[in-house]
């Protein structure tokens, strides 16, 4: 062994690996800095499927160019991932995958969770944490859905029950 192997753990629910439309936060922390954050979801937009966040982890951090968009994010701040520490808090499923749906059902309920993601990267915002990503979407926001959706988050990102008085 050589000196510089290090010993990992990592722990998780299985229930993260279950396919449908998530939400996701990673909250990344180079060394000796304050915390990034990267908002995103599953689904995708190119095809029917609705992958796991878990799945989803492990190309957000790969080399595939048309997956990897947390490690790019990192690059604009000059950052290597091997130099941080990561975090993922998951919601989810919000929608249920479903091979068997036509095109059409697939993309409402893509558009549902793309309008929440839309949202909670601004909420993030408002409430001060440093969000990388942009994301866009210009689909309707059921409000009631997004109340419930901050109030999860809310448990892990205190400062979101700020902005929801």
């Known amino acids: ?80 991932p091997q130099a941080c520490t990561f975090r993922l808090v998951g919601l989810g499923p919000l929608e249920q995958e479903s091979k068997a749906i036509e095109r059409a059902e697939h993309d409402k309920r893509r558009d549902v969770v793309a309008a929440l993601e839309k949202a909670l990267a601004g909420a993030m915002r408002d409430a001060g944490y440093r969000v990388m990503n942009e994301v866009s979407s210009r689909k309707a926001l059921n409000s009631a859905r997004f109340k419930d959706v901050l109030v999860a988050f809310a448990e892990k990102f205190s400062a979101l029950g700020q902005i929801m008085r």
């Open 1 to 80: 062994m050589t000196t510089s192997a290090v010993l990992h753990e990592l722990q998780f629910d299985g229930s993260i690996l279950r396919r449908g439309f998530w939400l996701y936060v990673w909250e990344v922390t180079p060394i000796g800095q304050m915390p990034l954050y990267y908002v995103g979801r599953t689904g995708d937009s190119s095809s029917t499927n609705a992958q796991s966040p878990f799945n989803r982890m492990g190309q957000h951090l790969g080399f595939a160019e048309n997956s990897n968009m947390l490690r790019k994010y990192l690059g604009h701040y000059n950052l290597e």
